[in-house]
């Protein structure tokens, strides 16, 4: 076997080759246009079946370098956090509040449905737990940081390895059934695409990620003042996950670096338009966002081993068919009612499928996939980044701790 490390620099060149080759497949092929798949999505596996076609009939590994990956991540959540005006989280309202009630209420269910079946498959059941919100609604990172706690302190031999590989699978799958469930949704409610404009106009009002093909009107100015605030958030997140601060924190409530971006953003936005009176610069901010969701999915999906999907055991690949299953039929028959049967409720669902199996920037992805092709939905754009990247781990590490307490 013959593994080739992909520096970052030419990791970075390759995954925006990636993106644009995505955007091809996704103006060309018609069924990944009807269906909402997300361009990093159809690039990204169209990348990772070659690079297993490398791997099996010329035994060449390819590893790339997954530093910008994760810097691109925190470049995702600080955008989160500094477009979080905490007038616009006012706005959500009621909305924001069931939404998060919903989401918590799937997360038992996720896990309810990963224990049984574990159990019933005659495994540990706290691998229940890994196929369940550890990896699919906690992503990676919180795939990461709870391996290792089962690893040293319940014996879960390849806890991480596994939770990585479920995490990966869950990526890819929120990716893909978020558009489908959408678009289901939106033909039962008899919405009809929205004619494409070639307005290449620059709008007054940015909605954050939400237009990510408009034009943003950005000075040099502003792009470097912008990106001192994104160095701020990224300084805080490093600093709180150094070990000197971690040593502080209770050890199973381990809250993911990612999500310190996001809490000082949200923090550095209000102080600063509040006390200050700053005027923060959104149209930049949207940009810096949009793009460093589009390159993080690019490089994850790159970094996707298929070879090691193939190996999962039986039971874990079973359960998270299942949890497939039930994402859908969870996002069809409860969130969709529960947040207003109507159009932005459709776009939610979309979001919901792609933080509850995935991530927050495949939420994200997804929901541009769809209403770029059916209109806006402000409220999906408003509630989905702010429960999937901040609230929900805080209320997914208390579920889990509970569960875990109760199956000890």
């Keep these: ?12 060149i390759i995954a925006t080759l990636v993106l644009l080759v995505g955007r091809l497949l996704v103006t060309k092929i018609k069924i990944l246009r009807d269906f909402n798949i997300p361009e990093p999505v159809a690039g990204g596996l169209l990348a990772a079946v070659i690079i297993y076609l490398l791997y099996i009939k ?9 530093n910008l990956q994760d810097a691109f991540m925190l470049f995702f959540f600080s955008s989160i956090g500094l477009s979080a005006d905490f007038s616009r989280l006012k706005a959500g309202g009621k909305g924001l509040i069931i939404f998060l009630g919903v989401v918590a209420l799937f997360i038992v269910v996720q896990n309810t449905v990963g224990v049984t079946l574990a159990t019933s498959l005659g495994q540990n059941p706290i691998m229940g737990l890994i196929t369940g919100s550890i990896t699919l609604t906690g992503g990676h990172g919180t795939a990461g940081a709870w391996g290792k706690i089962l690893e040293t302190d319940y014996g879960i031999k390849g806890a991480t390895s596994l939770g990585m590989a479920s995490a990966t699978f869950g ?5 893909l059934i978020g558009g489908p469930v959408a678009r289901k949704l939106v033909n039962k409610l008899g919405k009809k695409p929205v004619e494409k404009q070639n307005d290449n106009t620059v709008d ?3 909605e954050v990620f939400e237009n990510a093909g408009k034009q943003r009107l950005i000075t040099s100015k502003s792009a470097i003042e912008t990106m001192a605030l994104f160095a701020a958030c990224l300084s805080f ?8 601060v971690t ?12 999500v310190w971006a996001l809490f000082f953003g949200v923090f550095l936005r209000n102080i600063l338009t509040n ?9 930049a901010i949207d940009v810096f966002g949009n793009a460093s969701l589009s390159l993080f999915l690019g490089i994850a999906l790159i970094n996707l081993k298929l070879w090691e999907l193939f190996h999962i055991a039986v039971p874990m690949f079973i359960i998270l068919v299942v949890q497939t299953f039930v994402m859908c039929t969870y996002a069809y028959f409860v969130t969709f009612r529960l947040m207003g049967a109507n159009y932005d409720a459709a776009v939610l669902c979309a979001g919901h499928c792609g933080f509850g199996l995935g991530a927050t920037p495949t939420a994200v992805a997804n929901m541009q ?3 770029e092709r059916f209109g806006p939905s402000h409220k999906a754009f408003l509630i989905v980044p702010m429960v999937g990247a901040f609230f929900i781990d805080f209320i997914n590490a208390f579920i889990l701790t509970t569960f875990i307490g109760f199956l000890q």
């Design 237 to 244: 997140s490093a600093i709180m996950v150094s070990p000197a």
């Design 58 to 66: 010329y035994e060449i590994s390819l590893d790339f370098n997954t």
């Design 204 to 206: 007054a009002v940015v």
């Design 369 to 371: 996939s769809v209403t």
């Design 1 to 12: 076997m013959k593994s080739i490390i992909i520096d970052p620099y030419y990791t970075l």
């Design 247 to 258: 040593a502080w924190l209770p050890e199973k409530f381990t809250i993911p670096q990612f």
């Design 275 to 283: 006390a200050f009176k700053v005027n923060m610069f959104d149209r």
């Design 171 to 175: 990526l890819i799958l929120g990716g």
